[in-house]
């Protein structure tokens, strides 16, 4: 017998984007656009439409497009209990709406909310705190995406490493490490040039511009357990990227692995 679900859950937020909002429609609502500023997607078209995000390795998020209204509004929902291992019947599915609103001056308003009803678990709400934080971020991907590359389709490139240790400091040996400065400035990432677009509480985001263009986030995270991971995750736009991440993926790896943490 399932449980009823009767505590609501909603995050809500706008983010101004530049284009059109046929291509801000592109970005936000087909598997190419999804995967060139959040993950890997693949997502059918349509109302009724499957979607599928690769969240990591064992992380797949699976739904459905429940809304559909090209350029304007498209919902879907996910099964977001299976993602942290619970029982799905005891959740309503995580429901997230995006409606575009075109402005003047050739930008669009996109305002995003992500709803849901749990029973109330302490892990429910801890999930709901961490969402907001880690999602909202992507939305600068998406501004930054729309300004310099709309409609291209991005090459992944992603690699992380858990150490031992406050995720705080960890942050602060990555950032100094990769000579990340203040936003504006220009860099030299592990032979990557690019300029600082955001500076946020333990992550980054890079605009590359040579030798392959592209994006790239750089973040720590804690894990609750004594360790933080540090990561990148770069979007790449090019004929050139998909043999540039093959090469680079596995170093950054090992560059990540060689960090050591000062407290």
């Known amino acids: 017998m399932s449980t009823i679900t009767n505590v609501p859950y909603r995050l809500e937020f706008s983010v101004e984007v530049p284009g059109t909002p046929e ?137 992380s490493v858990t150490h031992p240790g406050d995720p705080e400091a960890l942050w602060s040996t990555l950032r100094t490490e990769l000579g990340l400065g203040d936003e504006g400035a220009t860099v030299d990432v592990r032979g990557a040039t690019g300029t600082v677009e955001r500076v946020g509480e333990r992550q980054a985001l890079v605009r590359l511009t040579a030798p392959v263009p592209g994006m790239l986030n750089v973040y720590t995270w804690g894990m609750g357990d004594g360790t933080a991971t540090a990561g990148v995750r770069a979007y790449l736009f090019s004929a050139d990227a998909p043999e540039h991440a093959r090469r680079e993926e596995p170093a950054w790896r090992a560059w990540l692995e060689g960090l050591t943490v000062t407290a």
Not at 127 to 147: E, K, Q, S, V
């Open 23 to 159: 291509q801000v429609w592109e970005a936000i609502a087909t598997a190419k656009g999804m995967s060139a500023w959040f993950g890997p997607t693949e997502l059918e078209e349509r109302e009724g439409g499957s979607l599928r995000f690769v969240m990591g390795p064992d992380m797949d998020s699976t739904g459905q497009v429940t809304g559909w209204d090209p350029p304007r509004r498209i919902v879907y929902e996910e099964d977001w209990a299976a993602l942290m291992g619970k029982d799905p019947d005891t959740l309503s599915p995580l429901t997230s709406e995006f409606l575009v609103e075109a402005q003047s001056g050739g930008t669009c308003v996109v305002r995003v909310t992500s709803s849901g009803f749990g029973i109330g678990a302490d892990w429910e709400q801890e999930w709901w705190d961490t969402l907001g934080p880690g999602w909202m971020p992507f939305f600068d991907n998406l501004r930054l995406y729309l300004a310099h590359f709309p409609g291209q389709e991005a090459t992944h490139l992603e690699a």
